[in-house]
């Protein structure tokens, strides 16, 4: 087996239903083939794509997920737990009812298959402890390369600051202090 060079990343992984066209955040069709005014950041003028978010919300086969306070640590131990127990190094992670932002340490080149083998590992641990049924995850998470140790330190800020909004979050200090 070649061993590949480890590199940092910011995984986020989205529910499904959370980020729709026409959402008032702000949104992006795929490869940007139509120019869409704002982000979520600036978001376009309200109700400016009020009529396309309402076709996605019709177009949805169920009702979007949000997890509830009590499986956020469940699915975020499961996605740990995988992405661990395949090789990577994982700082910090949180979990809020609709998105997962998680920093990790992994191969070069293998973020995307990781990071859909943890959210399989995840939906298998909430069917088994909570009896879920159905689809959990949105299609296409972003993998985003760590540039530097400025950028990492931000993304390690920007995860924890999930907490204020009641997000799960967990860091490797949490499990260091534990097993002292």
Known sequence: MVERELQWFHLIISTYGSWLHGDARGFRTRHHREHI?????NPPPEGTHAERENNSRQ????????????????????????????????????????????????????ARSWMGNAKLHAWFELRDKCGWIGQMWGKRGKELSVRDRRHQLNVYRYILDHAKDGAWVWTWMDEKTRNK
Do not use: N
């Open 37 to 41: 005014d704002g982000d979520y950041k």
């Open 59 to 110: 177009s949805l086969k169920r009702a979007p997920v949000i997890f509830i306070p009590e499986q956020r640590a469940l699915v975020g131990i499961a996605l740990r737990d995988k992405l661990q127990s395949l090789g990577g190094f994982v700082l910090c992670f949180s979990v809020a009812g609709q998105h997962v932002h998680i920093l990790v340490k992994l191969p070069a080149g293998l």
